[in-house]
């Protein structure tokens, strides 16, 4: 997607471009919904409210299927791959799919990713690129649109699309806005603070493959190269949320979002081992949110985490029948039983609650803009 020929707009007058067409809901049908809507900045790029999925579609009214993600931390995420060899492991490992923008990881850069709530139904609600750019022209943004690509940059559509999807992918490559690295933790590893001991006992936990384990996801130390962790390794994997009947589109019992395998995404509907993964998100800032997994059904860290430590030993606690509800009957192999799952009904809990208090407490200083 070159820039449009006699033009190479620079990287800040993109990031400008692209900031003031992600605040705008002139854009979307409704007049109403902006990317920032779902993708707050006060949030670390998630939803500002307690919603389950967020509100948007040709009304601004129409509920979604999903939680919104935060767009922090997306800059180093790769592109799909069902086969994934990480650069600094070991080259024979295959960590299995892997990467891509969205919780099934159907969009393969944020360049592609940027058109698609564009285009959704359930999302900015415009029914095809041309009435993107219909918006666009229509907009208080056209003046500066022009000015970064030129008087007649809305003659040639193509050119114009590309361009628009280019402003949104710069202004989300923002080290400042979407990966700034000042959260406590970073301050830790900086050497610039210390934690406290109930934070540090979180972080034990957090790393120890026989207590959370969850550091084998969530990756918390420092890469080979010298990069700050990114809380992901972008892999897509099946836990067994449970359902959340509180959404509209599971009023029908034989709904069932299997995210890489389906709905939304196609193209590996055939692939029954597949279903029910969805991409692993970054913790970074994960306390800032108010709801949390791909269906929203969440609303405390302290549930997830104990989601995580009693899923398998007090299953009644999570699943108002019969286990993993959110998949049809079948695909129980599918699901995730590494530690902190495991364990018998009844059994003991893979965390007590102080752990899940120290995980908790750990989990906040993954909050970006910590000051000493």
Not at 22 to 34: D, I, K, W
Not at 62 to 84: I, K, M, V, W
Not at 227 to 254: E, H, K, S
Request: hydrophobic share 35%; charged share 20%; with cysteine.
């Amino acid at each position: 997607y070159a820039p449009p020929a006699g033009r190479r707009p620079g990287v800040p007058e993109l990031t400008a471009l692209g900031r003031a067409m992600f605040l705008e809901p002139a854009l979307s049908a409704s007049g109403r919904v902006a990317c920032a809507s779902c993708h707050s900045p006060d949030r670390a790029y998630g939803p500002d409210n307690r919603l389950a999925v967020q509100l948007g579609g040709a009304d601004g009214r129409s509920e979604g299927t999903r939680a919104a993600p935060s767009l922090r931390y997306l800059q180093n995420l790769p592109a799909f791959t069902e086969h994934y060899h990480d650069d600094d492991g070991d080259d024979s490992v295959d960590a299995g799919p892997t990467g891509g923008h969205n919780w099934d990881g159907r969009a393969r850069s944020a360049h592609e990713q940027a058109l698609g709530p564009l285009l959704s139904a359930r999302e900015m609600g415009n029914r095809d690129t041309a009435a993107v750019l219909a918006r666009l022209q229509a907009s208080p943004l056209a003046p500066q649109f022009r000015l970064v690509f030129g008087d007649d940059i809305f003659a040639r559509p193509h050119a114009a699309l590309q361009g628009a999807l280019m402003a949104l992918e710069v202004f989300q490559q923002s080290p400042a806005e979407f990966y700034p690295y000042t959260s406590k933790y970073d301050a830790y590893l900086r050497k610039q603070t210390t934690l406290s001991a109930q934070e540090l006992r979180g972080l034990a936990v957090f790393n120890d493959v026989t207590k959370g384990n969850c550091a084998s996801c969530h990756i918390s130390r420092i890469a080979p190269g010298g990069a700050f962790p990114q809380f992901t390794d972008y892999g897509l994997i099946n836990i067994g949320v449970p359902r959340n009947r509180r959404l509209a589109v599971n009023a029908d019992p034989d709904h069932y979002d299997l995210g890489l395998c389906g709905p939304d995404r196609t193209d590996l509907k055939d692939h029954k081992e597949y279903c029910g993964a969805f991409r692993t998100p970054s913790l970074r800032n994960v306390a800032v949110r108010q709801v949390y997994f791909h269906n929203g059904g969440f609303t405390s860290l302290a549930q997830v985490v104990r989601f995580y430590a009693t899923r398998d030993t007090a299953p009644r606690q999570w699943y108002a029948g019969r286990k993993f509800d959110d998949q049809p009957p079948g695909l129980e192999a599918n699901v995730n039983r590494e530690a902190p799952f495991g364990g018998r009904p009844g059994g003991k809990p893979a965390l007590s609650e102080r752990e899940i208090a120290d995980v908790v407490a750990f989990l906040h200083t993954l909050t970006d803009g910590y000051q000493r």
